[in-house]
């Protein structure tokens, strides 16, 4: 990314400056490929991953050579608001999927609703962001393709994190978003397998791209994504075994100090770095600000607009109680983080579980 600073070459100009730009760009691109298992000119590059998935969800395609619509768009409950908003699809033709009290996708419930479409375009994604619960891609697909369907997957937080190959998983389309690799942020991916191409780019104007998205690229947030996701090819496994290590050391802790305890999503396959917990009375704001008093970053599982705390969609879709869905926090571990946090963690836990006790012994609340 220092090296991208200092040049001042448009990617898009054939001299000496221009070329460096884009070979940066280009190497870039390699790395995400190698990450996702496509070629490089699969993948189109975005200012993240909601611009992706924008850029994804339209009914516009082309399959085979052949121009085509598809009818209807469903897309699962938990999905990221980006892909909840429909995209470039009409809003009397989107659907929501249901999920079970796990946050799972069903493939059957879904095989039966896009029975009445006759070119679903169908959005489920690989991880959700705030259960890290896993979704069954390869049975979605199957159905998906099954009725002559399109599937895009949202990968946005299962990347580095878990495989992600676009073969495996049999999708058409895949979000990436850089920052949510330990890339910069500014930067994402929109990654295509196969044969179906978007025939209606969101951005129009130069030819950057390959027409799917104008505009000058941001060279520098470009190539430190392409750096990330070459460290996450290479350490996948690795990393991936250690965080659920941790992981687990963290909510056997959580457990011990609060038998009440609720781990949301805790019967499904999940993310090796992700954990949303409650225990019932707790205020998610009161204990953020505590753990942030010990120097401590986890957020809240729901989502803050306009400087109100809304209860989380995705717990809501799981059918979850709003007074418990409003108390819910989320650690997430990074590929930094060691033991010792881990610790800490559960220190600045017990202080946060100890004044709560003390408040529902006040307030006389049942665990
Ligand atoms: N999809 C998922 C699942 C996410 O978690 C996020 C961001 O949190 C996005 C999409 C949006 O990505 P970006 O922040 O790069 O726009």
């Given at each position: 990314?220092?090296?991208?600073?200092g040049l001042?070459g448009n990617?898009?100009?054939?001299h000496a400056?221009g070329?460096?730009?884009?070979?940066?760009?280009?190497?870039?691109?390699?790395?995400?490929?190698?990450l996702?298992?496509?070629?490089s000119k699969?993948v189109?590059?975005?200012s993240?991953?909601?611009?992706?998935?924008m850029?994804?969800?339209?009914?516009?395609?082309e399959?085979?050579g052949?121009k085509e619509?598809?009818d209807r768009?469903?897309?699962?409950?938990?999905?990221?608001p980006?892909?909840l908003?429909?995209?470039?699809?009409?809003a009397d033709?989107v659907?929501q999927l249901?999920?079970?009290a796990?946050g799972?996708v069903?493939p059957?419930?879904?095989?039966?609703?896009i029975?009445?479409?006759?070119?679903?375009?169908?959005?489920?994604?690989?991880?959700?962001?705030e259960?890290g619960?896993?979704q069954?891609i390869?049975a979605v697909?199957?159905?998906?393709?099954?009725?002559?369907g399109?599937?895009?997957v949202?990968?946005?937080?299962?990347?580095?994190r878990i495989?992600c190959?676009?073969?495996?998983l049999g999708?058409?389309l895949?979000?990436?978003?850089s920052?949510?690799?330990g890339g910069?942020q500014?930067a994402?991916?929109?990654?295509?397998?196969?044969?179906?191409?978007l025939t209606?780019?969101?951005?129009?104007?130069?030819w950057q791209e390959?027409?799917?998205?104008a505009g000058?690229?941001?060279v520098?947030?470009?190539a430190?994504?392409?750096?990330?996701?070459?460290?996450a090819?290479?350490a996948?496994q690795?990393?991936?075994?250690?965080?659920?290590?941790?992981?687990?050391r963290?909510e056997?802790?959580?457990?011990?100090?609060s038998?009440?305890?609720?781990?949301?999503s805790?019967?499904?396959?999940?993310?090796?770095?992700t954990?949303l917990?409650?225990v019932?009375?707790?205020k998610a704001e009161s204990?953020?600000i505590?753990?942030?008093?010990?120097?401590?970053?986890?957020s809240s599982?729901?989502?803050c607009?306009?400087?109100?705390v809304?209860a989380?969609?995705?717990l809501?879709?799981?059918a979850?109680?709003?007074?418990?869905?409003?108390?819910a926090?989320?650690?997430?571990?990074?590929w930094e983080?060691?033991?010792?946090?881990v610790?800490?963690?559960?220190?600045?836990?017990n202080?946060v579980?100890?004044?709560?006790?003390k408040?529902?012994d006040?307030?006389g609340i049942a665990?």
């Amino acid at each position: 990314m220092t090296a991208a600073l200092g040049l001042t070459g448009n990617a898009s100009s054939v001299h000496a400056e221009g070329r460096a730009a884009r070979r940066l760009i280009e190497d870039a691109r390699g790395q995400v490929a190698r990450l996702i298992g496509v070629e490089s000119k699969n993948v189109t590059f975005t200012s993240g991953g909601t611009e992706a998935n924008m850029l994804a969800l339209t009914p516009a395609i082309e399959a085979g050579g052949r121009k085509e619509r598809c009818d209807r768009l469903f897309v699962s409950a938990i999905e990221h608001p980006s892909v909840l908003s429909g995209g470039r699809f009409a809003a009397d033709t989107v659907e929501q999927l249901p999920v079970n009290a796990n946050g799972e996708v069903d493939p059957l419930e879904l095989e039966r609703r896009i029975a009445k479409a006759e070119r679903p375009f169908v959005s489920v994604m690989l991880a959700n962001n705030e259960t890290g619960a896993i979704q069954p891609i390869a049975a979605v697909a199957d159905v998906v393709h099954r009725a002559n369907g399109v599937l895009h997957v949202d990968a946005v937080q299962a990347a580095g994190r878990i495989e992600c190959d676009i073969e495996k998983l049999g999708a058409d389309l895949l979000t990436l978003s850089s920052h949510k690799i330990g890339g910069p942020q500014g930067a994402g991916a929109l990654v295509r397998r196969g044969d179906i191409h978007l025939t209606e780019p969101l951005i129009r104007g130069g030819w950057q791209e390959r027409g799917q998205r104008a505009g000058t690229e941001n060279v520098a947030a470009i190539a430190g994504f392409g750096a990330a996701a070459r460290a996450a090819h290479e350490a996948q496994q690795g990393d991936a075994v250690r965080m659920a290590g941790l992981r687990d050391r963290f909510e056997s802790g959580l457990k011990a100090a609060s038998s009440d305890v609720i781990i949301f999503s805790a019967n499904a396959s999940r993310l090796p770095n992700t954990t949303l917990f409650t225990v019932p009375g707790l205020k998610a704001e009161s204990a953020i600000i505590s753990f942030d008093l010990n120097g401590i970053a986890v957020s809240s599982g729901s989502a803050c607009s306009s400087g109100k705390v809304q209860a989380s969609h995705v717990l809501a879709a799981m059918a979850v109680e709003p007074a418990l869905a409003r108390g819910a926090v989320r650690v997430s571990l990074g590929w930094e983080t060691t033991e010792s946090d881990v610790e800490s963690l559960l220190i600045a836990w017990n202080t946060v579980v100890s004044s709560l006790l003390k408040n529902r012994d006040k307030q006389g609340i049942a665990a």
